[in-house]
């Protein structure tokens, strides 16, 4: 299972899944590291604070690593607790505090993903399981990415309520799952279109250039780089 939830996530922050999120000024990403934290007598939940705290312990003690920089900006940390831990939501969340003193503002941000669901999947069908999970992974992956500490980022309110570019794109029946280099994932929202997009789909040129107030019909030339590509459109966000 391991396995399959790493070439996840390398497939998602690492390919076309991200393509959508240029416009929230983030290119793509790669897996750090992976670290399996071997534990006899795992909690039988998991709030927040308890992810937290015990992420900080993982670090300070260097069972984790890399920590993060003053004023990091660049890392995610992914948690999977064991089937047998209740995270206290069926999918997944994210969020972040402060690990270095000296920083200006959050500087670590984790997610935590429920993996109770492992249970009604025998070790032969992991990948299966992990498939049934990635339309929350990818959920969770660009919320967190584009609103890092839940209350700066890109979000909406809607009916007195504050929506990240995933939850904008709940409506399973107006939205619906798609397949992405085999795994089932998810649309999100993007600010460009005004309405939910698969994250795959090529970057609109016109609308990043309309974006960063060129005019179309000055072309690429204009804006006097010599590639354009996801990281330099990013970049300008």
């Not at 935590?112 to 992991?126: G, H, I, K, Y």
């Not at 904008?168 to 649309?187: E, H, K, M, V």
């Not at 016109?206 to 019909?217: C, E, G, S």
Request: contains cysteine; proline residues 6%.
């Amino acid at each position: 299972m391991v396995t399959n939830i790493l070439q996840l996530i390398n497939d998602l922050v690492g390919g076309p899944f991200f393509n959508g999120l240029a416009q929230y000024g983030v290119g793509r990403g790669s897996v750090a590291a992976r670290v399996i934290v071997s534990d006899a007598s795992p909690p039988a939940t998991l709030s927040d604070t308890q992810a937290r705290d015990t992420l900080k312990g993982w670090l300070e003690s260097g069972t984790v690593a890399p920590a993060p920089a003053v004023d990091e900006g660049q890392l995610l940390y992914f948690i999977f607790p064991p089937p047998s831990v209740d995270i206290g939501t069926e999918g997944g969340y994210h969020s972040g505090d402060i690990y270095n003193n000296s920083s200006q503002s959050s500087d670590l941000f984790w997610t935590v993903l429920s993996t109770t669901a492992a249970t009604n999947f025998p070790p032969a069908r992991a990948r299966e399981f992990v498939d049934y999970i990635s339309p929350t992974v990818g959920h969770e992956i660009v919320e967190s990415v584009t609103d890092r500490d839940v209350q700066s980022g890109y979000n909406v309110r809607v009916d007195s309520q504050i929506c990240e570019i995933g939850d904008l794109c709940g409506d399973r029946a107006a939205n619906p799952f798609y397949s992405y280099r085999g795994w089932t994932t998810t649309q999100y929202y993007s600010n460009w279109d005004r309405g939910c997009v698969h994250g795959d789909q090529p970057v609109s040129l016109r609308k990043f250039l309309q974006a960063v107030n060129v005019d179309p019909r000055r072309g690429l030339r204009s804006l006097n780089a010599p590639i354009v590509n996801i990281e330099y459109i990013a970049s300008r966000f």
